[in-house]
């Protein structure tokens, strides 16, 4: 008697929101919410010639995505973001690229691996990438757009190529007596999805497709490292990630250092003596050097 006191009650309640039109109201906060724009942080105070830390962390992407309330930029937007405020700078006359990722997907990693060159190009001023945790995949791709690699002495670099994940459940599904009922229009539709293993004919399609994205990878790799060999570009393609000292064995990078020889290396390239170091960051972002993280 009481459970059903209890069912009515909440009925009646339900009932008496719905009368009074009460409704919920769905609010993107992350479109409230103002992104600031991008600020100079002084990392070190020298002469008035500048260099400009340019940072690439984290899974390559190149739009943004959302998380919970709030919107995270894609690697590519916020690139663009520091380029357009340090093309009319002046007095930059280098860029260090701080260079700490797995890589992420390839389109981001082309247009970023682009975006620098046009910009070095354009301002005609050296760039000196450093890798400091991880520069690999498409980082590395990213990396490669530079004048000069340097890594430090515990990073990882390398794993070129391409990788196209695929699974499929067909046979959990057989074991589970569930049967694929795709319609489709035409016999390669569904190629690659879970529902069913492959045919030799859906793993050639892939297969080309990931071949023609490592060719662009590897040509990359032949036209910005001419030091490399055919031996060092027959290890480096399979995909292997390596260590720097292997790295710097077969010419994947010039020189196992940290930021200050980056620094000298940019120096050296640029003839600017004593530069003040910068980086842009937003506001509320961390003020620390060139170790911390945004």
């Given at each position: 008697?009481?459970?059903?006191?209890?069912?009515?009650?909440?009925?009646?309640?339900?009932?008496?929101?719905?009368?009074?039109?009460?409704?919920?109201?769905?609010?993107?906060?992350?479109?409230?919410?103002?992104?600031?724009?991008?600020?100079?942080?002084?990392?070190?105070?020298?002469?008035?010639?500048?260099?400009?830390?340019?940072?690439?962390?984290?899974i390559?992407?190149?739009?943004?995505t959302?998380?919970?309330?709030?919107?995270?930029?894609?690697?590519l937007?916020?690139?663009?973001?520091?380029?357009?405020?340090?093309?009319?700078?002046?007095?930059?006359?280098?860029?260090?690229?701080?260079?700490?990722?797995?890589?992420?997907?390839?389109?981001?990693s082309?247009?970023?691996?682009?975006?620098?060159?046009?910009?070095?190009?354009?301002?005609?001023?050296?760039?000196?990438?450093c890798?400091?945790?991880?520069?690999?995949?498409?980082a590395?791709?990213t990396?490669l757009?530079?004048?000069?690699?340097?890594a430090?002495?515990?990073?990882?670099?390398?794993?070129?190529?391409?990788?196209?994940?695929?699974?499929?459940?067909?046979?959990?599904?057989?074991?589970?007596?569930?049967?694929?009922?795709?319609?489709?229009?035409?016999?390669?539709?569904?190629?690659?999805?879970?529902m069913?293993?492959?045919?030799?004919?859906?793993?050639?399609?892939?297969?080309?497709?990931?071949?023609?994205?490592?060719?662009?990878f590897?040509?990359?790799?032949?036209?910005?490292?001419?030091g490399?060999?055919?031996?060092?570009?027959?290890?480096?393609?399979?995909?292997?990630?390596?260590?720097a000292?292997?790295?710097?064995k077969?010419?994947?990078?010039?020189?196992?250092?940290?930021?200050?020889?980056?620094?000298?290396?940019?120096?050296?390239?640029?003839?600017?003596?004593?530069?003040?170091?910068?980086?842009?960051?937003?506001?509320?972002?961390?003020?620390?050097?060139?170790?911390?993280?945004?």
């Open positions: 008697m009481k459970n059903r006191k209890m069912v009515l009650c909440v009925i009646f309640m339900l009932a008496a929101f719905v009368l009074n039109g009460c409704a919920f109201v769905l609010v993107d906060l992350a479109n409230l919410i103002k992104v600031p724009k991008m600020q100079e942080k002084v990392l070190y105070k020298g002469s008035q010639s500048k260099v400009l830390v340019v940072e690439v962390l984290g390559l992407t190149d739009t943004h959302k998380e919970m309330f709030m919107t995270k930029e894609g690697t937007e916020r690139l663009d973001e520091i380029l357009s405020v340090a093309s009319v700078d002046q007095d930059i006359k280098g860029v260090i690229l701080k260079i700490d990722s797995p890589g992420g997907s390839a389109t981001a082309d247009l970023l691996y682009r975006r620098i060159i046009e910009f070095k190009k354009a301002k005609k001023i050296p760039v000196v990438s890798i400091v945790n991880s520069g690999t995949s498409g590395y791709m990396a757009s530079s004048d000069r690699i340097i430090l002495p515990t990073s990882m670099i390398g794993n070129i190529g391409v990788l196209l994940p695929s699974v499929s459940y067909q046979g959990l599904m057989d074991m589970l007596g569930v049967h694929n009922q795709s319609i489709t229009s035409g016999k390669f539709k569904d190629a690659g999805t879970p069913r293993d492959m045919t030799e004919d859906d793993k050639g399609i892939y297969k080309a497709i990931v071949g023609e994205m490592f060719d662009d590897i040509s990359k790799v032949k036209k910005d490292r001419p490399m060999t055919e031996e060092d570009l027959k290890i480096a393609g399979d995909g292997r990630i390596m260590a000292n292997f790295a710097l077969h010419h994947l990078i010039d020189e196992i250092g940290y930021y200050e020889n980056a620094l000298k290396g940019i120096e050296k390239l640029s003839g600017v003596n004593n530069p003040t170091v910068v980086v842009y960051r937003r506001f509320g972002e961390s003020d620390g050097g060139f170790y911390s993280c945004p």
